[in-house]
């Protein structure tokens, strides 16, 4: 594989991604790289779809860009054109893109291919564990939501839109979301991450209640 196309790609999304809201930041996406390439290594994949579409995957997020949901297809497909990327595996990549978001599960194809299961599975395991409830938390603080409202019950059978707009408590993002990525991962690897994440959250959440009615 072309070592200079991943590394220019490290590059791009770095200068992109400056001032990004910290749980959407390059960080973020040095994370989910290094998981794909992780969970790559147990499968038969195609390496530099997995690096490509790892790398590009949150470069324009549509809720950071007005709902655009096309510009970080635009954004990607010019630059990957740009390094001479074969357009076959620029369509993948651009595929993943458009799929990988948890919001947009029930819109995604029925059959998924190798690669948009890997990067998913990567960016799952992102948003749960102790890095997921940091993450939460900050985009809680950055929309302004309250942490918590006993009288808020979590919104379960929200639609896309529903999704979007929902300005509900960063404990109810436990239900809505992160609680439920465990039963949704693809891969072996990935699976047994998530179980440990998903225990340490359910812990978490013991102990946020307890302190929260003063349980002491
Ligand atoms: P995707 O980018 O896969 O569509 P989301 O838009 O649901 O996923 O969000 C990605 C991450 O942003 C979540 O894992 C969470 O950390 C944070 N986030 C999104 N929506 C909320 C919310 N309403 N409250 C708190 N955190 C949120
Ligand atoms: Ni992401």
């Known amino acids: 594989m072309n070592k200079s196309v991943i590394q220019n790609t490290v590059d791009f999304v770095k200068e992109k991604l400056l001032g990004a809201e910290a749980g959407h930041d390059w960080f973020h996406i040095e994370r989910v790289w290094k998981l794909s390439k992780n969970i790559a290594a147990h499968e038969n994949c195609i390496l530099e779809v997995v690096e490509l579409a790892a790398l590009l995957h949150d470069i324009a997020d549509p809720k950071f860009h007005g709902g655009d949901e096309t510009l970080a297809l635009t954004i990607s497909n010019d630059f990957l054109e740009n390094q001479k990327v074969s357009p076959e595996i620029i369509g993948q990549v651009l595929f993943i893109i458009k799929n990988v978001s948890f919001k ?27 890095i997921g409830i940091a993450r939460t938390f900050n985009f809680g603080g950055f929309k302004n939501n309250l942490m918590y409202d006993p009288e808020l019950p979590p919104q379960l059978e929200m639609s896309k839109e529903e999704y979007k707009k929902n300005q509900g408590t960063t404990i109810n993002h436990f239900y809505e979301k992160l609680l439920l990525l465990q039963g949704l991962m693809h891969t072996e690897a990935a699976k047994k991450i998530a179980s440990e994440r998903h225990d340490f959250m359910l812990k978490f959440l013991d102990e946020f209640y307890k302190e929260w009615n003063v349980e002491i």
């Open 104 to 130: 947009n599960r029930n819109e995604a194809p029925q059959i998924l291919p190798l690669e948009l299961k890997i990067v998913q599975d990567a960016d799952r395991l992102d948003a749960i564990g102790a």
